[in-house]
């Protein structure tokens, strides 16, 4: 499993891993949301409010060197944006996939440096 550049974004913002845990901490804790967000919107043919939960979620990973799910993110607001609404539904799902997993590998990139989330 890969792992996420929490070191290089420490050293960007020159902090310590251990201050940025809290960062961390909060896109875990909004993983759910984003998920059922998406769900939601694509549920109610909402297409500016899946737009701008996709945005969301492009933004968060994008700043936390979340890259899978920044790409994910970035191909499918593309797509959106294009006016291109086929396959929505695996879109939806594949973005709440590797946010899910996300979660799981934040963890343990913290983990590689000796910190517990």
């Known amino acids: 499993m890969e792992i996420y550049n929490i070191v290089g974004l420490a ?4 902090l310590e891993c251990a201050d940025i845990t809290d960062l961390y901490t909060s896109y875990i804790d909004q993983i ?3 998920c059922q967000n998406l769900e939601e919107n694509f549920n ?7 737009i701008n939960e996709v945005h969301n979620v492009k933004g968060v990973a994008g700043n936390l ?3 899978d799910v920044f790409e994910e993110a970035s191909s499918f607001g593309r797509l959106l944006n294009q006016g291109n609404f086929t396959d929505l539904k ?3 799902d594949s973005i709440s996939s590797l946010l ?6 934040v963890r343990k990139s913290f983990a590689k440096v000796n910190i517990t989330l």
């Open 11 to 14: 050293k960007d913002l020159e």
């Open 32 to 34: 759910n949301e984003h």
């Open 44 to 50: 109610k043919n909402d297409f500016t409010g899946l």
């Open 65 to 67: 060197l979340i890259n």
């Open 90 to 92: 695996e879109n939806v």
């Open 100 to 105: 899910i997993n996300s979660g799981y590998k």
